[in-house]
Antibody, heavy 122, light 107 residues
Framework: QITLKESGPSLVKPTQTLTLTCTFS??????????VGWIRQPPGKALEWLAL???????RYSPSLKTSLTITRDTSKNQVVLTMTNLDPVDTATYYC??????????????WGQGTLVTVSS | DIQMTQSPSSLSASVGDRVTITCRASQGINNYLAWFQQKPGKAPKSLIY???SLQSGVPSKFSGSGSGTDFTLTISSLQPEDFATYYC?????????FGGGTKVEIK
């Protein structure tokens, strides 16, 4: 059974750094073709992709947020960590992590965590 | 960046209706398109990948079509559990981008 779960603070102040952890089970981030990504969704708005990390430690970032994002993995703990610096109230959103897997030449987000709401406010 | 435009942004339909949602990419993305369903307060659920391949466990009332820049998601006979917001997503190139969503409401 594949599961992912996000954890981190629910409230952060503007200019602070946010650290979110995705803890997963049922698959290995060391397996070829596997990745874990972060996607966020401001209240009432659409989904926005943030970052991805792959089995070979390749990392990809949204260009609009690249300077403020860092994604890392701990394969021994089955965790992926997203760090976002210099937060602003517009970063208030539900943050999801999701597994990305290559299947039949397609790379898809197939399993998602439940999401964690992060509010940025003083 | 590839922009994904969904239409309509919302629609009202009755149980049993056939519903079609359109997604247009700002440039060609081959068939690297996925569809997700999201219910209020829940995470997105993968429905379709490769524009027309059904994700495991997804009922066959959902179907997808298209290639290049124009894609559609069709629900053949709308049921109460299908009222939700639907998103398309391209994965032809980075950055990965989502459409703005289509909210399917009960008429």
């Amino acid at each position: 059974q594949i599961t992912l779960k996000e954890s981190g603070p629910s409230l952060v102040k503007p200019t602070q750094t946010l650290t979110l952890t995705c803890t997963f089970s049922g698959f290995s981030l060391s397996s070829s073709g596997v990745g874990v990504g972060w996607i966020r969704q401001p209240p009432g708005k659409a989904l926005e992709w943030l970052a991805l990390i792959y089995w070979d430690d390749d990392k990809r970032y949204s260009p609009s947020l690249k300077t403020s994002l860092t994604i890392t993995r701990d394969t021994s703990k089955n965790q992926v960590v997203l760090t976002m610096t210099n937060l602003d109230p517009v970063d208030t959103a539900t943050y999801y992590c999701a597994r990305r897997i290559y299947t039949y030449g397609q790379a898809i987000f197939d399993y998602w965590g439940q999401g964690t709401l992060v509010t940025v406010s003083s | 960046d590839i922009q994904m435009t969904q239409s309509p942004s919302s629609l009202s339909a009755s149980v049993g209706d056939r519903v079609t949602i359109t997604c247009r990419a700002s440039q060609g993305i081959n068939n690297y398109l996925a569809w997700f369903q999201q219910k209020p307060g829940k995470a997105p659920k993968s429905l379709i990948y490769a524009a027309s391949s059904l994700q495991s466990g997804v009922p066959s009332k959902f179907s997808g079509s298209g290639s290049g820049t124009d894609f559609t998601l069709t629900i053949s006979s709308l049921q109460p559990e299908d009222f939700a917001t639907y998103y398309c997503q391209q994965y032809n190139s980075y950055p990965l981008t989502f459409g703005g969503g289509t909210k399917v409401e009960i008429k």
